[in-house]
Nanobody, 126 residues
């Protein structure tokens, strides 16, 4: 069972990146997938979540209107399109799976997530 996060890199302010979270060893269809991020010296922050049943999406206030989450169950992959990136978006981004809609994401209950990816570094700098 594995979640593989990828797509991070160095980008200038105002640029875009698309992160991918690929699932293997379990059926992605039945899981909500969330993205979190953690910058050095800061607490982990919720970024976004997409539910499994109805595809409902949720976003943290700091990324609303700039980031978009989507899922392709056929490819067992969830994407995070990040636009208008800012230096404060710099962090390691992690994806995680929960089998309870986005309930644990909404409740900020990290221990409820069953699977975690290894993280991908996003650096926004000129």
């Amino acid at each position: 069972v594995q979640l593989q996060a990828s797509g991070g890199g160095l980008v200038q302010p105002g640029g875009s990146l698309r992160l991918s979270c690929a699932a293997s060893g379990f059926t992605l269809d039945y899981y909500a997938i969330a993205w979190f991020r953690q910058a050095p010296g800061k607490e982990r922050e919720r970024v976004s979540c997409v539910s499994s049943s109805d595809g409902r999406t949720y976003y943290g206030d700091s990324v609303k209107g700039r980031f978009a989450i989507s899922r392709d169950n056929a490819k067992a992959t969830v994407y995070l399109q990040m636009n208008s990136l800012k230096p404060e978006d710099t962090a390691v981004y992690y994806c995680a799976a929960e089998s309870n809609g986005c309930t644990f994401y909404i409740g900020n209950y990290y221990n409820g997530f069953q699977y975690w990816g290894q993280g991908t570094q996003v650096t926004v700098s000129s």
